[in-house]
């Protein structure tokens, strides 16, 4: 009997390796595919703000051509009125005022008069040239930023499906592991474990920088009093509730709301950023200590906005909402922690209508 229960339990604990190594397995290819989102989103930040000053350079280009064009029409009238007049009256028409003067002083102040015109209308004929010049290099560099843009577009369209290719491997992945019930347990038990240890040392770190410099601590947050850390509908409540990705039923230690992607995370109460990064299962987190006891938490963001030992105040935008972390919704995953232990968000944030 007692062979028999040692067997039983090799094999208990075998299954039991073997479920935890595909657990932290999909954890990390699942990290590893939000890793590329995050990556090819700031790419195509990057080539959309590019995209915005190759489209704002066009339109003061097209500027640039209009005013050019209206000189050059302006221009244009003048010298062909005064092609005209030359036209008319010939080179004797020219000389004629100069050969009718009846004194020395009078053939040279005509004499001058005529050099002056001439300069003038020489400038004329210049500037209308140099203006003919500026706008066909206008409108080569125009040629040129269309052609950038063009190229900016095609980045951003192969960069946008690069991204979509890998999102829908992400829920493939997410939706192979609804009838993997054992291995999704050690999934959350690997999340909460990892959370809990990161929870725990900093609330030892709290209160080692109390003992050794006693400061004025932060004012403890009455009930329904926190501001809502994002806009939008609840759709997973604190305790015992049915996972919104998988189905199987997970004891929650927060609450879920869910949002349009990229929407504002806020500060529910003033604080210290003590976490900013990437953690398994939550995808890119923030944790605050608000100096009262108390630890917000902000899970699933597109990308944060903050840093590790930021001071932020109530409503400062810390990140915006996605879906990183083990999730294929757009949601925010919000927890309240009373030092280490969690507590129902809903009870402390402000009623809503």
Do not use: C
Not at 31 to 47: H, L
Not at 225 to 252: C, D, I
Not at 279 to 299: P, Q, R, T
């Amino acid at each position: 009997d007692l062979r028999q229960l040692r067997q039983e339990i090799r094999v208990a604990k075998r299954k039991k390796d073997r479920t935890q190594q595909q657990a932290d397995e999909v954890l990390k290819l699942i990290e590893n595919d939000d890793r590329q989102v995050f990556q090819i989103q700031k790419k195509y930040g990057k080539i959309n703000r590019s995209l915005k000053e190759t489209d704002r350079e066009i339109e003061e280009i097209e500027q640039d051509l209009k005013i050019k064009e209206r000189q050059v029409n302006a221009k244009k009238e003048l010298v062909l009125e005064r092609l005209r007049l030359l036209y008319m009256g010939g080179w004797a028409g020219r000389l004629r005022p100069l050969l009718s003067t009846n004194s020395y002083v009078d053939f040279q102040r005509g004499l001058f008069y005529r050099f002056t015109i001439a300069h003038r209308e020489h400038a004329l004929l210049a500037g209308y040239r140099n203006d003919l010049l500026e706008i066909e290099k206008l409108k080569t560099r125009r040629a040129e930023v269309r052609g950038a843009l063009l190229r900016y577009k095609q980045k951003t369209e192969k960069t946008m499906k690069r991204k979509k290719g890998i999102r829908a491997k992400k829920h493939l992945r997410l939706a192979s592991l609804n009838k993997k019930v054992e291995v999704l347990k050690a999934i959350e038990k690997t999340k909460e474990n990892s959370l809990g240890a990161m929870l725990k040392e900093f609330e030892q770190r709290r209160k080692l920088a109390e003992a050794r410099a006693p400061q004025r601590k932060g004012q403890r947050p009455e009930v329904g009093s926190l501001l809502w850390p994002a806009e939008g509908e609840v759709v997973t409540l604190f305790g015992r509730q049915k996972h919104p990705t998988f189905e199987t039923y997970v004891n929650k230690k927060g609450i879920e709301i869910r949002t349009g992607e990229g929407s504002k995370i806020r500060a529910v109460s003033s604080g210290n950023v003590v976490y900013a990064d990437w953690l398994k299962g939550y995808g890119l987190v923030v944790i605050l200590d608000h100096n009262n006891g108390f630890f917000s938490l902000y899970a699933h963001a597109s990308q944060l906005l903050v840093k590790d030992s930021d001071r932020v105040r109530v409503g400062d935008v810390i990140g915006e909402t996605g879906e990183s972390g083990l999730t294929d919704k757009n949601i925010l995953y919000f927890e309240l922690r009373k030092g280490t232990e969690p507590v129902d968000p809903l009870r402390w944030l402000v009623k809503r209508p």
